[in-house]
């Protein structure tokens, strides 16, 4: 069954430094994995998808994720935190055998503070 | 383009009470789904339909029911509310590989 783990609950960065959020997956099967937002009191937003095309996926707002089938892991990153970026972010994965996104299993979240 | 709408934003219940969380879209979309929010769990699928007429269970399904009469609207209701149930609800809808969510509704059960 396909799954996802994300490590740490809560990243604190300071503004202007390296954001690096970790995903991990279990999939039997090539997954299709995303990133979402949440702002407070939002409904989520796509960051950005893998789909198995190029590894190095790039989304909105200058996040991008790498996907290592090596490691199972599927980060995400940004060069230089803004004040903006403080928000909960959950990576997820489609349940194998759909490949539409209406039965996603989200990761327990990371919620990400930005230090001025 | 109101994208996912979800009425009410916020509700106490009381234990036992029944209620509907409403949900539309207006992007014509096929698939729907249902997911609740609590905190350090994520979000966990309820339920979900493929149309109009087609309905399945998620990972969380008891204790709640869905219709889908109509492509736009996916209601979700609460038959007998339990304390449990607390939490933060959402719809979304979506197309291909992307899904698009609802502003989400607080419900407390108190």
């Known amino acids: 069954a396909q799954s996802v783990t994300q490590l740490g609950s809560h990243v604190s960065v300071s503004e202007g430094a390296l954001v690096l959020l970790r995903c991990n997956y279990s999939s039997s099967v090539p997954p299709y994995l995303f990133w979402y937002v949440q702002y407070p009191n939002q409904g989520l937003q796509l960051l950005l998808k893998y789909t198995s095309a190029a590894t190095l996926v790039k989304g909105i707002n200058g996040f991008e994720a790498e996907f290592k089938k090596s490691e199972t892991s599927f980060h995400l990153t940004k060069p230089s935190a803004h004040m903006s970026d403080a928000a909960e972010y959950f990576c997820a994965v489609i349940i194998s055998g759909y490949s539409s996104a209406s039965k996603i299993i989200f990761g327990s979240g990371t919620r990400l503070s930005i230090r001025p | 383009n109101a994208g996912v709408t979800q009425t009410p934003k916020f509700q106490v219940l009381k234990t036992g009470q029944s209620m509907t969380l409403q949900c539309a879209q207006d992007m014509n979309h096929e698939y729907m789904s249902w997911y609740r929010q609590d905190p350090g769990m994520g979000l966990r699928l309820i339920h979900y339909?493929?149309?109009?007429?087609?309905?399945d269970q998620g990972e969380v399904p008891n204790g709640y029911n869905v219709s889908r009469s109509t492509t736009e609207d996916f209601p979700l209701r609460l038959l007998s509310a339990a304390p449990s149930q607390t939490s933060v609800y959402f719809c979304a809808s979506s197309y291909k590989l992307e899904a698009f969510f609802g502003q989400g509704t607080r419900l407390t059960v108190v």
């Open positions: 339909s493929v149309g109009a007429g087609i309905t």
